[in-house]
Nanobody, 127 residues
Framework: QLQLVESGGGLVQPGGSLRLSCVTSQFTLDYYTIGWFRQAPGKEREGVSYISSSGTSTKYADSVKGRFTISRENGKNTVYLQMNSLKPEDTAVYYC????????????????????WGQGTQVTVSS
């Protein structure tokens, strides 16, 4: 089964930064819109950020705008989520997911449209 792999999570103090990576060796990410989602204990999964397969369109949840930046490096088959000014409420398991859109500017925030998911990486923001 095709799968993505997230890395870069960990424990960080409030105000700190982390950079998450999403990679796969099984298929090229160039054709896919990539979304980052997160789920905290006892809460529903929420969308955090998205980048189109063309790389020209991005979207962010209001809760992370101005603090998180999504980017992609197609030559490395990798998508990043740079997270700055982290807050305790950012604590969650972060997942990346891929939606086949083929060099499109389209970005869907509906998780049901995403075909492949990773296992997640834990991000804990605490002093």
């Amino acid at each position: 089964q095709l799968q993505l792999v997230e890395s870069g999570g960990g424990l960080v103090q409030p105000g700190g930064s982390l950079r998450l990576s999403c990679v796969t060796s099984q298929f090229t990410l160039d054709y896919y819109t990539i979304g980052w989602f997160r789920q905290a204990p006892g809460k529903e999964r929420e969308g955090v950020s998205y980048i189109s397969s063309s790389g020209t369109s991005t979207k962010y949840a209001d809760s992370v705008k101005g603090r998180f930046t999504i980017s992609r490096e197609n030559g490395k088959n990798t998508v990043y989520l740079q997270m700055n000014s982290l807050k305790p409420e950012d604590t969650a398991v972060y997942y990346c997911a891929a939606d086949l859109t083929i060099y499109s500017d389209d970005v869907s925030t509906n998780p049901n449209e995403y075909d492949y998911w990773g296992q997640g990486t834990q991000v804990t923001v605490s002093s």
